[in-house]
Structure formats: C-alpha cells, structure tokens
C-alpha cells in the first residue's frame, strides 16, 4: 500500500489513503479529495506553474476574496451567544412571547463594539461602545441594537452620514484612527448642539469603559409595547450589568492600546471561558402620553433620557451569556442586526432618527454581505420556522418546492402545498390617528439643547466632572483649528458656565460669547443613576488581580493571595521577570505572564511580593516601577508585603487607604480610589 502524504517530507500521498482514520479528508470546494497541499503543479520539478492546476487557482481564488466589507459603523466588534430568561411577565404591557412567562428562555447573541475604528482598531479608545442583542424568539427575531450611552448625537437620521463623516478618520489624510479628538468631528459638534449632551456622556468615564461586561446598554428611542388587546405604552430598554458599572481611568485606557489591542474581546472571551458568565438585567420604563406630555422634554427626541428618578425601572429579566463564539467570521462579521425586527408585541415610535435606522440597516447587510438572502447565514436566520413568498436571489440556499410563490393562490384546492398564509395574531402596526402637512422641519419641542446636558454635568462627582472638562481639554487640544474650540467652548457656556471655564482655563484660551440658544434651558434635577462612581459595586467579581513576585519571594504568601482573590470572585494573575518558573522562598513557580508584557494597566488592582533583596534589585528597573507607579496614578489598590519597600519608595507610592498589606488587598481591591486623584492630577 502506498505511503501517506507526509507534508514534512512532501513524501507519498494515494488518494486510496484520503478518509482513513478519524480524521476528515481535505477536498476542493467541491469535494474532490486532495493529495498534496503544499505544492503547486508543475511542468518539472523547477518549472513553471501550470495554468491547469484548479486545486491551487481555487485556494488562491477563494483566499483572494475571504474579506467581506466591514461595518461603516461599529466595525470592531466582540460577541458572546447566550439566552434571556424573563423573570417579571409583562402580558399586561405587550403580547411579545419572550416576556409571556417567567423563566421562559430565549436563545441570544450579543455584539458589544466601538463606534469610529476600523474593525483591526483597538478596544479602548474614548468611543460609544454599541450594545446590540439579537433575540431569537419563537415569534421571530428581535434586535435592540442599542449602545452604552442613553441618548444620541443627532435628532434626525439625514445627519448621521455627516456625523460619521466627521468623526471618521479625515478624509484627505486617512487618520486619526478610532478617535474624535480631532477638527472635524468638532467642527460638526459644535454646529450642531443637539449632540452636546451624547458629546457630555462620551467625554465622561462612560467612553472608556473598563469591560464590556460592566457597561450599561440602552434602547435609547422610545419604543412601543401592546398587548393582546391591542392596548399601547411607551417604553424605554436598559441593560444593567449584574458587575456594576465601571470605567478606565484616561491614562490607564491610552496605555491600555500598546499592551492589549484586544482588551476587551479578550476579557469577555476569558469570562466566558473560565464560566463567569456575564450577566445583564433588562429593565423598562413604561409610560403613557399623559406623561410624556408633561415632560418638558419630547419623548421622541434620542438626544434626550428620562431619569429613572421620574419614570423609575423595572426589571423585567435577565441576560447570561454563557458562550463563545466558534468562529469570529461566521458568528461576527456575518451577524446583521436590524432595528426594524420587531416581533408581535413591540413597535416603533415615531423618533426620526429610529425612522431612518429602519431602512439603513437593512440596506447595509446588503453592500455587506452581497445578498439579499443575508436572513439565510445561520447566525442571522430565525430559530423559529419562518416561510413566505420570497424567492431566488444571489447565494440562495433553501431548495422551495412546488409551484406556489404567489399569494393569495388557489393550489391546496388541487391537493398541491400552497404555502404559508398571513394571519390575524401576526404583527400589527399600532394603529395612531396621523394628520399633517408634508413639512421638511423639527419639532419645537426638540428646541432644547441644553437642559439635559447639564442635568448629566450636575448628576456627577467631583472626580467625574474633572474627567470630564480634562477630556474635553485634551480632544480640543488636539483640534487644530482655533475658531472650532472657540465655537465649542461658546456653546458649552449654554450647559454649565464652570465646565466652559475650566476647559478653556485647560487650553489657555478666554472664553468666547455664549452661543444664541434656539431655546433657553429649564432647571431639571440631577439624578444620582447618571453617576458611576455613586452607584459603584464594591465587588472583586469580575476584577483581575496582577501579583508580582521575583525570585525569593514567599510561596505561601503568593499562593495564599491567589486563593483568598479566587474566594472573592476575582481573577489572580501571577507576574515575575521571567515566566518559567523561578525559586520563591518555599518552592519554584510559574508566572502567568511576564513583567514586560504585563504592566498594572490591565489590571484591576495589584499585590507585589517580593524579598526587599528583589525589591532593591527591581527599584532599577523600569517595568517594575512604572508597574507601581502607573497602579498609583491609575487609583488603584496596592498591596505588598514587607520585602516590597524599596520598590514602593523608588515608584514615590504615598501611603493611602488603597495601600495596604496583602491580607487586606481582597477587600480594597474592589475599589477605586479616587480621593488619591487630587494629589497626583490637576483636577481644575
Ligand atoms: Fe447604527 C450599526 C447603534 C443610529 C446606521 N448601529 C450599528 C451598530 C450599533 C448601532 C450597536 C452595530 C451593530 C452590529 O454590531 O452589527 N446606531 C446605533 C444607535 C443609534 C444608531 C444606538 C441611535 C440611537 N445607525 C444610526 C443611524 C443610522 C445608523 C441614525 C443611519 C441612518 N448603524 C447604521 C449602519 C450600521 C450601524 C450603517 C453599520 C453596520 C450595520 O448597520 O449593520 O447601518
């Protein structure tokens, strides 16, 4: 019998071999099986390629063409399949059968990504993050494609190709990449005042958030539920993270982009992995016109939020996701999200900006994935059976049979299958009086552009503010144009005349005459759930813990550490010199990373055990303090034993409340601390 093919050698190869044993033959496209995958045909062993060999023109052919155009928005993205399980029913509110009963599962897939960057950019540039669930219901799939932010840049969808225009990467020079400190967005920006509040939010510590799996999701327009009897509310979706809400510190996620590209892809992919699933509550806000007509704000305006404080949540259900995806291009790049897939139950509003997004999305998958039978890809198409007229089309796979492809059609009278028929319990459109002149304008009630943006201003710490107005500094530092930040700084004299102060203060500039206001804000009450930092979950769930340690370093005193970080829910990850296993005071051991390529960035909080003869020989190098250095300045809890001294002295480290020795380090690293801001920033 002849030898198998040995793609070492290049040796043997029968096709009588191809299929033996477990494992699958390697074949064409189109199943001729293969015989040797590592060289072309040739005439002579130093000839020229033949033309005629089809198993390299089809690899090459099919290679040439692996890419598929990337998201113009939201092109970086990570998923995470799992399932909604409803645990509040709400048939009162809407007939939609994923909130029929409780503990009723429903199949999901989520894609959290960023907004401006290209689909290879980095995960923590300041940016929106998009928060997109499809839900697989047995009535079909619904898509709330919303983002981490509650409310959005413009109030009209004919300006959103201008919005991303500008915030894109600039159109003569190809860069900044993922990132809007740059003129044209602020150009844009500070034409439109409408998107001052999304700009607030963007520039606060919600556009640098710490995982994706503590961020908040929103709806953000206002949709509809009904109920069987055909009866309407208003609702607002949110997404709460069962981890809290939590965020990077500026300098912590620009250090971030050099040691982890993929930080957040990865940290979801581990969290799953390891089974930390994370978790989400779905809560609403229902509300009925009489209310909405008491707003002084217009519920059909994305650029504004109602807080929970006047329209309060109520959580509905829970979202675990449990697993990863198998294949990033088929579960990820093929995965199209619609905002027009609603399913009987829930419906739309007559927001303008969601009006827009009902044809864009559909529009898009299109140029995208090339088909109009993209609903065919298995990580798009409906898990519920799903039949109607449509037929052929590029890339059509389903094989229909038999002649009816029209309807109405007599053909069952003849005992032939005449298909799927409409029915009464399938969607309906709320039905609402409408009347009206065809105008091209926007509401009065949309006027204010104001209010809100400095509700949210109000609603923070001292800290979140001063985040706010140094990010805001730092964008329109890096805008080049001076009558641009000039414009900015008039229209931020509209929201808070302190904010405009310190930004300018922050660029040397004076401040220019406040911008004519299309109308003048009213007072609105802060409200405490805008805040991350006063809705902090002081958890050790979901936090990684770097541990560093060299040789002579006690054993006991790191395996102790990792076990108490593992009890509280927290990641342990052990960091030495060298990663292959060094001699500790009591054992050898490995490190799960190397100092180098694992700097206190990337972690929540640090502990460093070390002998203070480690200690002294570390003080001189650079990885290990500017490990301490950057956990301090990033306000994050450092515990060390004794030995660990004369590297705590060379970083400077002050001793705080967030230092402490390694037996308290569980507890304090679940915080933040941000009274240490103030001594080591500028917080003006
Ligand atoms: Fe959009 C993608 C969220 C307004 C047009 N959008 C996209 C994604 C998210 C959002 C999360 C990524 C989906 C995925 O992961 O595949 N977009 C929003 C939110 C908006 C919003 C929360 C306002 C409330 N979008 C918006 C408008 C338009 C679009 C007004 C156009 C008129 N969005 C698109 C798009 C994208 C998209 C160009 C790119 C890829 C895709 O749709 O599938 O059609």
Redesign the pocket.
């Known amino acids: 019998m002849a030898k198998p093919y040995d793609s070492m050698t290049g040796e043997g190869g029968d096709t009588q071999q191809i299929g033996r044993g477990d494992t699958p033959v390697m074949t064409t496209n189109h199943g001729t099986p293969i015989s040797d995958n590592q060289n072309s045909l040739k005439a002579g062993a130093r000839g020229p390629t033949l033309l005629e060999d089809f198993i390299l023109r089809e690899k090459i052919f099919h290679f040439d063409h692996e890419r598929i155009p990337e998201?113009?928005?939201?092109?970086r993205?990570s998923?995470a399949h799992g399932y909604f399980e409803c645990t509040d029913p709400i048939p009162d509110l809407s007939r939609a059968s994923l909130f029929s009963e409780q503990g009723k599962r429903t199949e999901v897939i989520v894609?959290?990504?960023t907004?401006a960057g290209g689909a290879g950019s980095v995960d923590t540039p300041r940016d929106?993050?998009?928060?997109?669930t499809k839900f697989y219901t047995d009535e079909g799939n619904w898509d709330l494609?919303?983002?981490n932010i509650p409310?959005?840049f413009?109030q009209d969808?004919?300006?959103?190709?201008d919005l991303?225009h500008s915030v894109k990467m600039e159109a003569d020079r190809g860069f900044p990449q993922a990132a809007s400190a740059h003129d044209t967005f602020w150009d844009f920006v500070s034409l439109m005042p409408e998107s001052l509040h999304t700009v607030l939010w963007a520039m606060s510590d919600r556009g640098i958030p710490r995982s994706y799996r503590m961020m908040e999701g929103?709806?953000?327009?206002t949709f509809k539920l009904v109920n069987a009897e055909g009866q309407e509310s208003f609702v607002k979706f949110h997404w709460r993270p069962r981890l809290g809400t939590q965020s990077l510190i500026w300098d912590e996620s620009a250090k971030i982009q050099g040691a982890d590209n993929d930080f957040h892809r990865r940290d979801l992919w581990e969290a799953i992995a390891n089974g930390d699933y994370p978790e989400y509550d779905l809560a609403i806000q229902v509300f009925d016109q009489e209310l909405a007509a008491s707003l002084p704000y217009d519920v059909l305006d994305?650029t504004k939020i109602i807080p929970e404080e006047v329209v309060p949540l109520r959580v509905i259900g829970r979202m675990v996701l449990d697993r990863n995806p198998d294949n990033h291009f088929a579960e990820n790049e093929q995965?199209?999200?619609?905002?027009s897939n609603v399913v009987p139950g829930i419906d739309f509003s007559d927001d303008p900006?969601?009006h827009?997004?009902l044809?864009?999305?559909l529009?898009?998958?299109k140029s995208?994935l090339g088909t109009t039978n993209f609903h065919q890809i298995p990580v798009n198409a409906p898990k519920c059976p799903y039949a109607n007229m449509m037929r052929d089309g590029m890339m059509q796979t389903h094989v229909p049979k038999g002649r009816a492809n029209y309807e109405p059609n007599s053909l069952a009278e003849a005992g032939e299958d005449g298909g799927p028929r409409p029915r009464q319990e399938g969607f309906r459109t709320a039905s609402q009086p409408v009347e009206g002149e065809k105008l091209r304008v926007r509401p009065e009630t949309f006027a204010d552009h104001y209010s809100q943006p400095r509700m949210f201003w109000k609603s923070q710490t001292a800290n979140e503010q001063a985040h706010i107005a140094s990010a805001i500094t730092f964008e329109l530092s890096k805008v080049a144009l001076q009558h641009v930040r000039l414009r900015v700084l008039s229209q931020l004299r509209n929201v808070d005349e302190e904010l405009a102060e310190r930004v300018a203060k922050g660029l040397a500039l004076s401040l220019p005459d406040r911008a004519p206001a299309a109308r003048d804000p009213v007072a609105l009450e802060p409200s405490e759930a805008l805040s991350i930092q006063k809705r902090w979950h002081a958890t050790l769930e979901g936090r990684k813990v770097g541990i560093l340690f060299a040789e002579g370093s006690e054993k006991a005193a790191v395996d102790r550490l990792i076990s108490q970080i593992r009890d509280a829910g927290g990641t342990p990850f052990t960091i030495a010199p060298k990663v292959g296993g060094i001699a500790l005071e009591g054992g050898k051991m490995e490190a799960d990373g190397q100092l180098a390529g694992s700097p206190s960035w990337i972690f929540d909080a640090v502990a460093v055990v070390l002998s203070s003869e480690a200690a002294g020989k570390l003080a001189h190098d650079s990885a290990a303090v500017g490990f301490v250095m950057d956990a301090f300045a990033h306000l994050k809890a450092i515990g060390h034993d004794d030995g660990a001294k004369p590297l705590l002295d060379r970083a400077g480290i002050k001793a705080d409340e967030g230092v402490t020795d390694l037996a308290s380090l569980p507890k304090a690293a679940t915080l933040r601390y941000w009274d240490r801001e103030k001594k080591i920033r500028d917080l003006a």
């Open positions: 998201r113009i928005v939201h092109a993205g998923v894609r959290f990504s907004v929106v993050r998009g928060f997109a494609v919303g983002n409310v959005f413009i969808a004919i300006k959103f190709p991303i929103f709806g953000i327009h994305p995965l199209a999200f619609l905002p900006l969601l827009g997004r044809f864009s999305y529009d898009t998958q995208r």
